[in-house]
């Protein structure tokens, strides 16, 4: 059993940087995805790091802007916004998958936190 918490969503400004933290609670060190949705869409993948921080991976939408990183020790993951858009504005979620899988699609995600509500005002 695995439990996700995010938390660091926030009314901000247009512009402004902002940290979202994923608290990853179980016995191992799991590969992580950061997803957003927006009311009436599809859970929309935004970013990928795998279990030893090694490897990375973002959406085109939100390439050089966005950065995801981990601290094991603390089981956290990071991602971290800069330049926020309106456009930003979604519910942001953080999910477990593997190494190997598609970290692309929601389906290859095996455990889901509740959301953190980021809104982006213009």
């Known amino acids: 059993q695995v439990t996700l918490v995010e938390s660091g969503g926030r009314l901000a400004q247009a512009g402004e940087s902002l940290r979202l933290s994923c608290s990853v609670i179980?016995?191992?060190?799991?590969?992580i995805s950061w997803f957003r949705q927006t009311p009436g869409k599809e859970r929309e993948f935004v970013a990928f790091?795998?279990?030893?921080?090694?490897?990375?991976d973002y959406a085109d939408s939100v390439n050089g802007r966005f950065s995801i990183s981990r601290e094991n020790a603390k089981k956290m993951v990071f991602l971290d916004i800069r330049s926020l858009k309106p456009e930003d504005t979604a519910v942001y979620f953080c999910?477990?998958?593997?190494?190997?899988?598609?970290?692309?699609?929601?389906?290859?995600?095996?455990?889901w936190g509740p959301g953190t509500q980021v809104t982006v005002s213009a």
């Open positions: 999910g477990v998958t593997s190494d190997i899988s598609d970290h692309r699609i929601p389906f290859e995600h095996t455990y």
């Open positions: 179980g016995r191992s060190i799991y590969a």
């Open positions: 790091i795998s279990r030893d921080g090694g490897t990375t």
